[in-house]
């Protein structure tokens, strides 16, 4: 059974630990009942910021934002190639001193449970504080399990009820078959349980409402009609040409090369396929630019073959079918 939770209008005692979830919880901790709590966001923030001017810490590897973490030490970390730093106390572009984390992460959202719950045993299931195999294993003796999606790669045991504490949280990558992933996700962990608490802001969502009326044909006839409005699988083919250089010129030069080819290709054989492009595209990860190229429609395939050499035979070109 999915309990739906309105964290807008219910009664909370933190930001994600509304009245409801923790008089349940208490009554299933009573018992001797186990909770696996669900976060799947590393660290205890998701952006260090600076108050006055607004300016986000960024990686120097990456253009991506450090992630505030503070246990086992406080640093900032990046969580796509692992460099991290020392927390500054001064922002570097206004001079500001005041600096604070935004977007919880499951290391403050730790911190809330242990002041909801204070006499619990609860154990943080994620790359963190998890490292090796004993830990992981040690989450099976604890009575509140908060886990990233760790837990799928490991057992930490039954439960009695499993929170999904945002739903919102889930949704923040930009895949266009996140919804399927989440539905998919929350039902398959409520089906594991006795019992599962959804909390949300949007209780009107098509999503929420889906969950709740555990209605997957509706779920699946509304986002088969989204797909098919959209161009996207089942009704059309996706693929990623990525670009990788050294330098943003190099990476802007390669996209505009290939996008040049796959266009003539087009115009010469007019298949039913989109091409496009544009900066928003273009990324930095660990020291090396990325481009990319979005190719969309039933033609994907074909259209491709343009480009068959490139992908074989240049390292740095690389396929990827969504
Ligand atoms: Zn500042
Ligand atoms: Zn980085």
Redesign the pocket.
Known sequence: MITLIDLSRSPKLSAYVSREFFERAERILDHKGRILVYFNRRGAYRAFVCQDCSHAFE?P??D?SLALHISPEKRLV?H??G?SSEVPETCPKCRGQNLKGSGIGIQAFEDELKKAFPSVNIARLDSDAAKTKAERDSTKNADVVLSTNLYHKNDPGQFDLVVFPCLESELVASEYDIEEKVYAHVRYAAKSSEEAIVQTYSPKSPLAISLMEENFREFLSRTLAERKAFGYPPYSQIAYVTVAERHREKAEESVARLLNKLQIAQNENRFEVAVFSDPSLLSK??DEWFGKIVVKGPGTADLLETLRIEIVRNRNVRLEWK
Do not use: P
Request: hydrophobic letters at 20%; charged letters at 20%; glycine letters at 0%.
């Open positions: 990686c590897r990456c991506l990046c796509h190639c460099h990860r660990a």
